[in-house]
């Protein structure tokens, strides 16, 4: 198994480990709905408790995200907010705070486009602690995942119910930072059909890794959160929830949100 490069997340893991709690990270669309807001949107996510940050870069073919992402992605594309401008906007993040271990959630095809060791040297001079390319196959995952031992940064992985135990070998053999593990079979949302199976894969993959198992896909309240650790998880992520906060309630509605969700991650540790 490769060392684990990035030393904010070893911290920030290590951190919740002695203080008996568990991870939450939230997720938005880096430039949605404009750049201030989701600067503001950050800001309120880092105050607010969160163990680290997920940020994702619009694209216009995801396949893993539901409804409310992919429509924050069309708003974000539209308002001709580029790869460029998403990672500048990590590096005005990093301009007040240093420790947060910030992931990336890309496409393959961005990470292409941009010219691969270009995007790999560009996170790592921003600020970014992780990248995970949704869409990237194990088996074409060796370049990529050198490039991020040789920037200091975790190449992120997704574990799911159906993982084979032989994709989950080539997965564990590259993966660092922590594993994001997919609560249910679909894509993204707040629904609740998490997948019975769930149990099973969380304590299948503990027995094979030292990384936290991060469970999203679904995960919208601190039930849920509470439900996910109860499982065996090390932390949960959620994304919709927080998109459809900061457009129907803003950053007030948005920050006792997460706050409850940081406590509910805690409780049950």
Not at 31 to 45: V, Y
Not at 241 to 249: E, P, T
Request: hydrophobic share 40%; with cysteine.
């Amino acid at each position: 198994m490769p060392e684990t490069l990035t030393h904010r997340y070893d911290e920030s893991f290590a951190h919740l480990q002695t203080n008996n709690k568990k991870a939450f990270i939230p997720f938005t669309m880096l430039g949605w709905p404009n750049r201030d807001t989701c600067l503001e949107t950050i800001k309120t996510m880092i105050q607010s408790g969160a163990s680290a940050l997920e940020l994702g870069i619009a694209f216009s073919d995801p396949i893993a995200d539901g409804p409310t992402i992919q429509q924050a992605a069309v708003e974000t594309i539209a308002s001709n907010f580029s790869v460029n401008d998403a990672l500048n906007l990590i590096a005005e993040v990093r301009t007040f705070e240093k420790m947060i271990p910030i992931g990336l959630l890309v496409y393959y095809n961005m990470v292409l486009k941009y010219g691969t060791e270009a995007f790999y040297a560009k996170a790592k001079e921003v600020g970014v602690d992780g990248i995970l390319i949704v869409d990237l196959p194990p088996e074409e995952s060796e370049q990529p995942a050198n490039l991020a031992r040789q920037n200091g940064l975790a190449q992120i992985f997704i574990v799911s119910p159906l993982t084979t135990p032989k994709r989950l070998e080539l997965i564990l053999g590259q993966a660092s930072g922590f594993l994001y593990v997919v609560s249910r079979l679909g894509i993204t949302g707040t629904h609740e059909d998490f997948d019975q199976r769930l149990q099973d894969l969380i304590s299948t993959v503990k027995k094979s890794t030292k990384l936290p198992l991060l469970v999203g896909f679904g995960i919208s309240s601190p039930e849920h959160a509470k439900r996910m650790i109860a499982l065996g998880a090390d932390g949960v992520i959620t994304g919709s929830k927080v998109i459809d906060l900061v457009k129907s309630g803003g950053q007030d509605t948005l920050s006792k949100y997460l706050v409850s969700m940081v406590q509910a991650s805690s409780s049950e540790a």
